[in-house]
């Protein structure tokens, strides 16, 4: 189970955002990865390997931890970024999400 | 450039069946595995089955197991979800998903999504 908090954030342009992904078990670093999705649109991938920036991704995106512990990390949220964040494992046949976070405009 | 193109969704009755089809190109479909990850309206992802790429092996949620049944067609780059016995429950938008590439270490990711088909099951 993956579970992501908190569930919702409210914040404005220019904050730094960090969201969090708990694993009730541990993850090897090389099965967490990161989508966004924006309203009425497809998920897009952001990270994966746990840190690794997917094509295209602008650097103000991060991801890190390890173990159960992960973080996804905006440094400075911009009004394209207000969108839902989750996280997603894999454990060899199995693929889980977490609930989500919903990054919206304070 | 990779799309997926699903189809065959619609409305059906509790209990009634339907197969979803996603054509895929813009790349070697016989190398990926290829997953159906589904999300309820309002609600988060929930990734569904997968099915790999050379000995066609099936992955599914428990939820789904024995009421639907992922294939491939790699002559026709093209992916199945036979749903029976559907439920209410299974009302969800359907995407059709490429899985990360076959590279040495191995990452594991969604690479691609397809834009979605909904189903409605509802009597």
């Known amino acids: 189970v993956l579970t992501q908090s908190p569930d919702t954030l409210s914040l404005s342009p220019g904050e730094r955002v960090t969201l969090s992904c708990r694993a009730s078990q541990g993850v090897g670093n090389r099965y967490l990865a990161w989508y966004q999705q924006k309203s009425g649109h497809t998920p897009r991938l952001l990270i994966y390997g746990a840190s690794t920036r997917a094509t295209g991704i602008p650097d103000r995106f991060s991801g890190s931890g390890s173990g159960t512990d992960f973080t996804l990390t905006i440094s400075r949220l911009e009004p394209e970024d207000f969108a839902v964040y989750y996280c997603q494992q894999f454990d060899g046949s199995v693929w889980t999400f977490g609930q989500g976070t919903k990054v919206e405009v304070k | 450039e990779v799309e997926l193109l699903e189809s065959g969704g619609g409305l059906v009755k509790p209990g009634g069946s339907l197969r979803l089809s996603c054509v895929a190109s813009?790349?070697?479909?016989?190398?990926?595995?290829m997953s159906w990850v589904r999300q309820a309206p309002g609600k988060g992802l929930e990734w569904v089955s997968a099915?790999?790429?050379?000995?066609?092996?099936?992955f599914y949620i428990d939820s789904v197991k024995g009421r639907f049944t992922i294939s491939r067609d790699n002559s026709r780059n093209t992916l199945y979800l036979q749903m029976d016995s559907l439920r209410v429950e299974d009302t969800a938008i359907y995407y059709c998903?490429?899985?990360?590439?076959?590279?040495?270490?191995?990452?594991?990711?969604?690479?691609?999504w397809g834009q979605g088909i909904l189903i409605t099951v509802s009597s």
């Open positions: 099915v790999r790429p050379s000995d066609e092996r099936t």
């Open positions: 813009g790349f070697s479909f016989n190398t990926y595995t």
């Open positions: 998903v490429k899985e990360s590439p076959y590279t040495t270490p191995r990452m594991y990711y969604f690479e691609s």
